[in-house]
């Protein structure tokens, strides 16, 4: 989809994300594959890593012209799906499986959030955007 900037320009790609339609982390990807893999025969899983190469990818293509642009409607619906309770449990679920993670980090992770200090699943999918500059993220 091509859209239209208050000034007039033409960007290369737009794409949407509905946060009323995120209950979970496999909601949210499940848009990000509607969206950003519209063109392949495969579907990324729900992996902040995949989530990154996609990104990549998508850097890459816009890179000879305007930025892709991510507008994320009802963002703050998002942020509060993907809060503490949906991180608590997905870091959970990542000591639940012995040797396939760096358990210290993962326990360190969990106690920042369980201080108050720490990121939550939302956060940390906006620092993945954050690392992609030909992508312009909306949060609206």
């Known amino acids: 989809m091509r ?3 208050p000034d007039g320009r033409v960007l290369m790609a737009a794409y949407r994300i509905d946060g009323e339609e995120v209950g979970g982390i496999a909601d949210l990807f499940e848009q990000f594959n509607r969206e950003f ?3 392949e025969d495969w579907r990324m899983g729900t992996s902040l890593d995949a989530l990154n190469d996609v990104l990549h990818r998508l850097d890459a293509e816009s890179r000879d012209g305007d930025p892709a642009v991510v507008v994320w409607h009802d963002h703050a619906r998002s942020r509060e799906v993907l809060g503490f309770e949906t991180t608590q449990r997905w870091l959970l679920d990542k000591l639940a499986q012995p040797h396939a993670f ?3 980090r993962i326990m360190s992770d969990l106690d920042a959030l369980r201080a108050g200090t720490g990121k939550t699943y939302f956060d940390l999918v906006l620092e993945v ?4 500059p030909h992508i312009e993220l909306q949060l609206r």
Do not use: I, K, N, Q
């Open 3 to 5: 859209v239209s900037t």
């Open 37 to 39: 893999m519209r063109d």
């Open 102 to 104: 760096d358990e210290a």
């Open 129 to 132: 955007f954050a690392g992609h």
